[in-house]
Nanobody, 127 residues
């Protein structure tokens, strides 16, 4: 069982930065690929970024490529999402999720692959 708690959301202006954190419980954090997803009002939840178990592989949605950076600290059981140059269209609830990774390099952008989800943190970007 893995419990995830996100933090770091807030209200910012366009062009600002935010750093989200997701703290995981349990001793097997390093066995999971970790993903960030987001859901805007009236829209489906969408993939943002994923990082493999060791952190050696990262993938980003086209919409955030070059602006967001995902990282993890396995010693602290925490995954981060650094968000720079924020845009109003980044406004959403951001969720972190854990996906059991059979090998070190494994990662997935598919929502239905993720077994555990956090409660989400709101990010609002004003223009």
């Amino acid at each position: 069982q893995v419990q995830l708690v996100e933090s770091g959301g807030g209200l910012v202006q366009a062009g600002d930065s935010l750093r989200l954190a997701c703290a995981a419980s349990g001793r097997s954090f390093s066995m999971y690929a970790m993903g960030w997803f987001r859901q805007a009002p009236g829209k489906e939840r969408e993939f943002v970024s994923v990082i493999s178990r060791s952190g050696g592989n990262t993938v980003y949605a086209d919409s955030v490529q070059g602006r967001f950076t995902i990282s993890r600290d396995n010693a602290k059981n925490t995954v981060y999402l650094q968000m720079n140059s924020l845009k109003p269209e980044d406004t959403a609830i951001y969720y972190c999720a854990a996906d059991w990774a059979p090998v070190t390099s494994y990662y997935s952008s598919a929502l239905n692959e993720y077994e555990y989800w956090g409660q989400g943190t709101q990010v609002t970007v004003s223009s």
